[in-house]
T-cell receptor, first 115, second 114 residues
Framework: DTGVSQNPRHKITKRGQNVTFRCDPI?????LYWYRQTLGQGPEFLTY????????KSRLLSDRFSAERPKGSFSTLEIQRTEQGDSAMYLC?????????????FGQGTRLTVV | GENVEQHPSTLSVQEGDSAVIKCTYS??????FPWYKQELGKRPQLIID?????GEKKDQRIAVTLNKTAKHFSLHITETQPEDSAVYFC?????????????FGTGTQLKVEL
């Protein structure tokens, strides 16, 4: 499968624990995006990278959230001290840089449940 | 920032009928408008998109129209089939300072009944 890959697919964690998700984008895509989707809503932008540089963070991304893309390839999203309100689907997407109107490809997502 | 509104939230049609979903956006800088289909538990998948220099685009049973002046765009599905049942999201984005990040509407649950 040469598409966007996310791991794990599902994560159940206790409130207060830390969790980390991984996204492997399509190899030639230098832009990588993280979105969060709650039930019945559209995906909401969290942050994006161009290569290894994190260029924008949404105000939805509290200081408990951190994202990295150390070598400009895969990315990780960590949530510290999880809260029940963090329960959602976390989606990763990638696309080539600088081509307006080019499709963003989504991964299958990581569904987080905080109990 | 960009705000995208989408209507209706649910839409039920008979098989073979047409379905129309409408979206409005707020940021005149937006220049790319994709539509995604999301089946339960699956990833959003692009079904059609349109750039701001085009007023209409068609792909088989699916078409999208864009009115830049009014800042609205619509998805039209003709001859609907049961497999069209899913949630549809519109989105808007712009490059350069916008980073091509997508701002999504709240989705339309389409149900095609036999």
């Amino acid at each position: 499968d040469t598409g966007v890959s996310q791991n794990p697919r599902h994560k159940i964690t206790k409130r207060g624990q830390n969790v980390t998700f991984r996204c492997d984008p399509i190899s030639e895509h230098n832009r990588l995006y993280w979105y969060r989707q709650t039930l019945g809503q559209g995906p909401e932008f969290l942050t994006y990278f161009q290569n290894e540089a994190q260029l924008e963070k949404s105000r939805l991304l509290s200081d408990r959230f951190s994202a990295e893309r150390p070598k400009g390839s895969f990315s990780t999203l960590e949530i510290q001290r999880t809260e029940q309100g963090d329960s959602a689907m976390y989606l990763c997407a990638s696309r080539p840089q600088g081509r307006t109107g080019t499709e963003a490809f989504f991964g299958q997502g990581t569904r987080l449940t905080v109990v | 920032g960009e705000n995208v509104e989408q209507h209706p939230s649910t839409l039920s049609v008979q098989e073979g009928d047409s379905a129309v979903i409408k979206c409005t956006y707020s940021d005149s800088a937006s220049n790319y408008f994709p539509w995604y289909k999301q089946e339960l538990g699956k990833r959003p998948q692009l079904i059609i998109d349109i750039r701001s220099n085009v007023g209409e685009k068609k792909d088989q049973r699916i078409a999208v129209t864009l009115n830049k002046t009014a800042k609205h765009f619509s998805l039209h599905i003709t001859e609907t089939q049961p497999e069209d049942s899913a949630v549809y999201f519109c989105a808007a984005s712009y490059g350069s300072g916008g980073g091509n990040k997508l701002t999504f509407g709240t989705g339309t649950q389409l149900k095609v009944e036999l």
